[in-house]
């Protein structure tokens, strides 16, 4: 009697496994996206979800098989906001499985210093949701799929200057956000040669391609895919990519929560086999991104000491 009722328990936990995995793999595949980060995403009312995550979400979850949900959030570009804290507070909420388009930085995938974070602000979110604090837990990258330049952009009088190192941006008025990648590189660039000459602008309130735009400045360092977005919504702009790229770049990917490595291990598959047959390099071309592959190292170290140290 008691091997039968342990075949019978032996049965039960088989088929119970078998209905949890059948379960998972008809559940949607919840990817986190920042709802205004053209052309990486885009979410408006009225219109199309659009972007080269989007794309590659979608193309993710057809290899896991599964339906694809994105949950959109809102990231604020200022000085006190944090895409690692936010990320982490989306995975341990259970917002979400992956957040796409994540900078790949040993900075920003270390253990957080405090237990809890607010979320950003998403869609579908409650009152409550944005008051609440959520316990962190611990983020795990996948393999990279994008590169993700610091570039160079001209404003019309400095159009013909030829930019091969930041030092070619002496004499020029140069713009940059405060508290920025850009701004650490430009202020810190060979003992501070370059101070005299730059104005900061306060990011999310003072347009910084726009003055860049009217001529009120000649040059700025940001993230190519801003000057992606800002040409592909300004066709006629007379600001102009130099071709210079910052030698210090992060690669781009998806974070989930270390808890899951079976599902991050899936997305390394099925992102290895999509950037071999050429589908990722097309979606970048398809969204207007200037689409430049992964390079090594794939997790960026300590990005403000090599800044300090160039």
Request: with cysteine; aromatic share 6%.
């Amino acid at each position: 009697m008691k091997s039968r009722l342990a075949m019978w328990g032996l049965a039960a936990a088989i088929l119970s496994a078998v209905a949890t995995a059948a379960s998972a793999a008809d559940a949607p595949l919840r990817i986190c996206l920042d709802e205004d980060r053209p052309p990486l995403s885009a979410h408006r009312r009225g219109k199309p979800d659009s972007g080269f995550d989007v794309a590659l979400a979608q193309a993710i979850a057809e290899r896991l098989g599964r339906p694809l949900k994105i949950q959109w959030f809102e990231s604020k570009l200022d000085e006190d906001s944090s895409p690692q804290l936010e990320a982490n507070a989306l995975l341990s909420d259970g917002r979400c499985a992956l957040v796409g388009g994540y900078a790949l930085t040993r900075d920003s995938l270390v253990k957080p210093g405090m237990k809890t974070a607010r979320m950003p602000d998403f869609d579908g979110a409650t009152r409550d949701d944005r008051r609440r604090r959520v316990e962190l837990g611990e983020l795990a990258p996948s393999r990279p799929y994008v590169y993700s330049p610091m570039a160079v952009v001209l404003g019309p009088k400095a159009r013909e200057r030829k930019i091969a190192d930041i030092g070619d941006l002496a004499g020029l008025r140069l713009a940059i956000e405060s508290g920025s990648l850009g701004d650490a590189i430009l202020m810190t660039f060979d003992k501070g040669r370059l101070i005299d000459n730059i104005t900061h602008l306060v990011p999310g309130r003072d347009d910084l391609l726009g003055a860049l735009n009217r001529g009120d400045f000649d040059a700025t360092l940001l993230d190519l895919a801003r000057f992606d977005a800002y040409r592909a919504a300004h066709p006629d702009t007379v600001i102009a990519a130099s071709g210079y790229y910052y030698p210090i770049g992060a690669n781009r990917g998806y974070v989930g929560l270390a808890s899951d490595p079976g599902l991050l291990a899936a997305v390394d598959k099925a992102l290895a086999d999509l950037i071999a047959e050429g589908k990722v390099a097309e979606f970048g071309r398809q969204a207007g991104l200037t689409y430049l592959p992964p390079r090594e190292p794939a997790i960026l170290g300590d990005v403000w000491k090599q800044i300090i140290q160039r």
